[in-house]
């Protein structure tokens, strides 16, 4: 069983900052120190000032998670309990591992030349990272002062996490609106669809550029009303969307889910066929996206 999902406030709950614990292992954090040593007490105040943050692992990627090649980080913690997701081991953040803001900055500044011949950057993902804002703010205001390009990859349900200041230091959103119909989004994350929605409007207001991002799943979000709704809503923020990404539903999270002993709800579903992909990217197209 996971966690019972109960409403997040700013900054987080006190149980998601448990010390880090083992977990079920991906690609990891290589290089990167982990303060196993660290007393509780201590710990949770550093997380909480945003000096130390619960990392799954990070990796080098290639016009995937932005422009460029992009370091992308992924933080522990995630308030939806998506039936999809391909990275279950990332809900919780007390299953991360402890990694401080200053050496994540160490090894960003590293890869300073790589980023600029590519126009990539880094990208900060999940979990959600708005889970750990102080953290987050931190590291991205650390690039920034670096001059490398800035991304988070977020659901926007805790934007209100995400300060003026923070939005600051942003070049580029990866939102992900899973769903367009209030019932559907429940289905899909346990959560509601509004935040995401206030969110896209905060972006939309203060300019930054957004990558909107729609998971296909036959039988669950492939409706065409539920995708005409969605943009409809991405409609609003219009002058920041430079793309939507609809992202073909895989099975590739299922041996996670087992390992976690966590109930897979989606094991029997398969990929869409290319024909939905496609018909689904036309609805985007239609309202004058350009689509992905």
């Not at 083992?22 to 000032?49: H, K, N, P, V, Y």
């Not at 409007?201 to 957004?210: F, N, W």
């Not at 296909?216 to 920041?240: C, F, K, M, S, Y």
Request: charged share 25%.
């Amino acid at each position: 069983m996971t966690e019972a999902i109960t409403p997040v406030q700013a900054g987080g709950r006190d149980q998601d900052f448990l010390a880090p614990a083992a977990r079920l292992r991906g690609a990891g954090i290589g290089a990167l120190e982990e303060l196993t040593d660290l007393e509780r007490s201590d710990r949770l105040a550093r997380m909480r000032e945003g000096s130390l943050g619960s990392i799954h692992s990070w990796e080098l990627v290639t016009a995937v998670d932005g422009p460029g090649t992009r370091m992308t980080i992924f933080l522990n913690g995630c308030p939806l309990r998506c039936l999809y997701c391909h990275n279950p081991d990332t809900f919780l953040m007390r299953d991360g591992e402890p990694v401080e803001a200053d050496e994540i900055l160490r090894r960003i500044r590293r890869y300073r030349n790589v980023f600029k011949a590519t126009g990539g950057g880094i990208t900060l993902s999940g979990g959600e990272v708005l889970m750990q804002p102080a953290f987050a703010g931190r590291i991205l205001a650390g690039a920034k002062a670096m001059g490398i390009h800035t991304c988070i990859d977020t659901s926007g349900y805790l934007g209100a996490n995400a300060s003026d200041e923070m939005l600051d230091n942003i070049d580029l959103v990866l939102l992900d609106v899973k769903s367009g119909d209030e019932q559907t989004y429940k289905k899909v994350t346990g959560r509601e669809l509004a935040p995401t929605i206030t969110f896209g409007d905060r972006l939309a207001a203060k300019g930054i550029e957004t990558w909107v991002r729609f998971v296909l799943v036959p039988g669950l979000t492939d409706d065409p009303q539920n995708v005409e709704n969605v943009a409809r809503i991405v409609e609003r923020w219009r002058p920041v969307v430079s793309r939507v990404e609809v992202l073909p539903f895989h099975q590739m999270g299922t041996d996670k889910w087992d390992a976690l002993k966590l109930e897979y709800k989606l094991r029997d579903t398969r990929p869409p066929e290319p024909e939905l992909v496609e018909s689904t990217r036309q609805i985007f197209r239609e309202h004058g996206f350009t689509v992905h």
